[in-house]
């Protein structure tokens, strides 16, 4: 914006902003002359290029799309962690990839086609995607007999609802160094294992085994039928240390907004509590893959102890 200064009437640029009005011989100009210069410094740097909203976005390796490609994975009976149909699909055509897709035991979520086209980087999708598991899931009897083959007691950690690919993949890594013989995800509600879970956990979600389960309330009874010991980790347990976490054992990490559900912790057997220092911190829990990490390492160093 061009203002007129009060000595010779001259025509002189502000660089202080409409806030200022008037500027007064050499300190107009040297003002005027540092803001040529900056300007012509801008002009002279590189520009980084900028992703169109509309470009595709880099395809994922796992994603499989088209009707026939995805009708054959699902029908393979390798693992499929996700299903994308495209809203307005016809109902039946629908219904029949959701159908495929429950007896794979994949999730379905339905995505604006545009999505679609932007994920498949192609608009010959035909209003379908899936994505691949990226590792190979196992059952929970798979991971007790684990234990059993290498003659140690069940040690297994069970995700209710962790959300957050990153933290799901920090709990894997600090349960594979602390002796658990897998982990346990829920089929919905709670992140898969996607590339980014690997990629933070280590590589420690291709070391340890994977069961993914339809409801994580049942496998809890079924695990308790075996004798194994089922704990949570919940604001208002016990000390962690007042426990004895030495024989068979399950640990129960809830989601990070809620924590573990109501119903969840009525079927566990104990619930474990972390202390933090005197009230007044402004913060009132620790991280999920924090807290999980502290805990199975008590673990870990009470079952050490005990063979010790």
């Known amino acids: ?24 011989g050499r300190a107009a100009h040297a003002c005027i002359q540092r803001k040529e210069n900056n300007s012509m410094e801008e002009k002279n740097q590189p520009r980084r290029p900028r992703r169109s909203p509309e470009e595709p976005q880099q395809k994922s390796e796992s994603l499989v799309y088209g009707k026939n490609p995805v009708t054959e994975l699902l029908k393979s009976g ?7 149909i495209a809203e307005g699909m016809a109902p039946a055509v629908a219904a029949y990839y959701t159908a495929l897709a429950k007896e794979a035991g994949a999730t379905v979520k339905r995505v604006h086609p545009n999505k679609l086209r932007l994920m498949t980087g192609t608009e010959s999708h035909q209003g379908v995607a899936a994505f691949a598991s990226e590792i190979e899931y196992v059952t929970v009897d798979d991971l007790m007999a684990a234990a059993k083959a ?21 709990v894997m890594r600090s349960a594979l160094l602390c002796g658990a013989h897998g982990i346990v995800i829920p089929k919905r509600g709670g992140a898969s294992v996607t590339p980014t879970v690997i990629k933070s956990s280590a590589g420690a979600a291709e070391r340890l085994p994977v069961a993914r389960v339809a409801n994580i309330g049942e496998t809890i009874r079924r695990l308790k039928e075996q004798g194994v010991f089922v704990y949570c980790a919940d ?22 907004g809620s924590g573990v559900s109501q119903l969840v912790k009525k079927l566990c057997d104990g619930v474990v509590r972390l202390d933090m ?18 805990i199975l390492y008590e673990i870990q160093s009470q079952r050490g102890a005990q063979q010790g």
């Open 1 to 24: 914006m061009l203002y007129f200064t009060l000595d010779h009437h001259k025509q002189t640029e502000s660089c202080a902003g409409a806030g200022t009005v008037l500027r007064f």
């Open 78 to 84: 390798s693992g499929v962690d996700t299903v994308l």
């Open 150 to 170: 290498k003659g140690e007691v069940p040690f297994l950690v069970l995700s209710d609802g962790i959300e957050d690919p990153h933290n799901l993949g920090a």
């Open 235 to 256: 604001m208002d347990g016990v000390s962690l240390r007042k426990n004895n976490l030495t024989g068979p054992i399950a640990l129960v990490l809830g989601s990070e």
């Open 277 to 294: 220092a005197a009230p007044g911190t402004g913060v009132d829990s620790y991280n999920v893959s924090v807290a999980a990490g502290i």
